[in-house]
Every structure is written in structure tokens, then in C-alpha cells.
């Protein structure tokens, strides 16, 4: 049996190889379907938003005699039995009750009742209201922050790789990972909050890095013109050559993060803590899928039907069948 180090000379080589570019009518058809299942999801399914982008009531009990969240939850089916609730523990010693917008009275019995269901003094219990408002304003400002950056990155990769359809098939990755992100958030229930808005936008980051690296070694790859190869075969073992490092840097940024997903979800029940990285460890796998099976390819398909790439490939393949047929 092999090692990886094994596996990674002869990746590197070419001896082993995946065929992200030779198969990629299989990649782009599982892409659009993924892609399509993704922004049916939340027409199917729905989309859970948090008090934040909805509105609504929040309590907070402090210093209770209990942190068991299920008291809280019986209380508010008890009081306000058609209210959604969110029931989770801030700071490690309060509890914070969040409901669908509750009426003044309805609101001032369920104080009193989490007061006497904790045995804490009723001044020990705050209520506020949320307004839409603020999670309006952040969803506006992360589309407009989401747009400057495509924008932005489009602009600076095209300077950098000397070629504009690399910028095109990067952008169309980093699209990708965030609609299938968002898919798979919506299927599983997983609520959109403001810090999962910004763990989106964080993993948009972590992609373009991925992708940078990979399409870095495909300009390298196909630059060297004495090569013998195929514009597709100098992308596809430029894929392969950083296969390792792409799964080793996406191993690597994912286990701290489902590290603090897991201590945030079944230690401290940081509900701002595990949306970011529940966000971001969802995106990371995203990511390197997209930066593999989804841009590279497709920058491949972008350049091959260049007339002077075409009439390279052309020559090469004549070449290796006029060798073969000599043989």
C-alpha cells in the first residue's frame, strides 16, 4: 500500500492522475445540478432566519439558579404556547430566551415566569425588542461588500494571471461555494444569523487562496511550451501537483474551525461562535471542491478554444500519432 508521500511524488509526476479536466462534462453537470438543488433549497425547505433579520422579543434571565436550557423552553410553550423560541446560555451564566415578537403582557408574564423558573428576583430579568432593521442593514451592506470584492478580485487576478478567463472561472468558483454553502445550510435547518453572513463571506476568502494556489501552478504548467503536452493536460496535472496541498491546507483550516464548532455547540452554547464557524467549516469543504472539479476545469474549457491553443493541441496529438503509427 502506498503512502501519501507516495501518492504525492507520483501525483506530482503524473504517474497517478485525476482526470478533473478529461472528465469535466461529468464535473459541470454534478456542479449544475448541485448548483440548481442549492437555490431550490430554500423554496423547498425554507429559510431560517435569526430574531436579528425577523424581529422579535429577547430576555435575558442573568445569574439563574440553573443553566438548563429545557426550563426556559417549557416556560415559553407554558406562557406563549404559539411563539418560536431560541433558548441558548451567554457568557457561560445567563440565559437568553429569544421568541417570535411577543405583545407587552405576554412579554411581562413570561419575565415573571423564567424569574420564577430560575428563582431569580425579577429585576434579574430584561426584556428588549428587536427590529428587522438592523439585520436589513447588515444583509445590504454584505451584498454591496459581497459585489466591491467579486468586483475587486476580478479586477486583480485578471492583472495578475495576465488573462481575464481566470478571473472569469474564479469568480464562478467563489459563486459556486456560496450558493451551495447556502443550500446545504438551508436543507439541513441551520439558522442564518448576522455572524453566519459574515462566516459566508469569510469562506469567499478562504477559496480564493485555494484557488489562487492551483491556478499559480496551471500558469506555470502552461507556459512551458516544450512541455509535449495538451493545453488540458498541463492544466490537469497542474491540478494534480497541488491535489496534496490543497486537501492538506483544507485539513488543516478544518479541524481547529470543527474544533470550535464542537466546543461552541456542546460546551458553551456561543450561539455567535458556532454560526461563524459552522459557516466557515461548511465552506472550507465547499471550497476545495469547487477550486477542483469546478474552476480549474473550466479554465481549461475557456482557453482550449483559442485558435493558437487549438493549433498547438492540434500539432501535438498528430505528433504522438505519427509516433505511434512509426512504432
Known sequence: ??????????????KTSVPFVAKRKLWFLIAIVLVVFSALAPFLRGVQFSIEFTGGSQITVSQPASLDQSIA???????????ES?????GGSDIR??????????TRQLSAGLADAYQVPIDEVTDSFIGPSW????????????????????????????????????IIGLVDVLIITLGIYSLAGFQISPSAVIGFLTILAYS??????VFDK????????????????????????????????????????GAILFIAVFGFGAETLSDISLSIFVGILVATYSTLFVAAPLYSFLREREPQIAQEDARILEARAAAATSV
Not at 430566551?97 to 405576554?106: D, G, H, W
Not at 480564493?208 to 494556489?213: A, H, K, S
Open 86 to 90: 431560541a433558548v441558548t446560555v451567554v
Open 135 to 170: 439585520g436589513k442593514d447588515v444583509t445590504n451592506q454584505s451584498l454591496w461588500g459581497l459585489l466591491i470584492f467579486l468586483g475587486l478580485t476580478f479586477l486583480i487576478l485578471a492583472i495578475y494571471f495576465r488573462t481575464w478567463k481566470m478571473s472569469l472561472a474564479a
Open 97 to 106: 430566551v429569544q421568541t417570535s415578537q411577543l405583545t407587552p403582557e405576554l
Open 218 to 257: 496551471i500558469r506555470e504548467n502552461t507556459t512551458d511550451e516544450r512541455s509535449g503536452r495538451t493545453f488540458g493536460e498541463s492544466v490537469n496535472l497542474a491540478v494534480n501537483q497541488t491535489l496534496i496541498r490543497s486537501i492538506n491546507t483544507s485539513v488543516v483550516a478544518a479541524l481547529p474551525v
Open 73 to 83: 423552553t417549557d416556560t415559553v410553550r407554558q406562557i406563549a404556547p404559539q411563539a
Open 1 to 14: 500500500m502506498r503512502t501519501m508521500n507516495q501518492v504525492g511524488n507520483d501525483l506530482y509526476t503524473g
Open 208 to 213: 480564493l487562496y485555494d484557488t489562487t494556489v
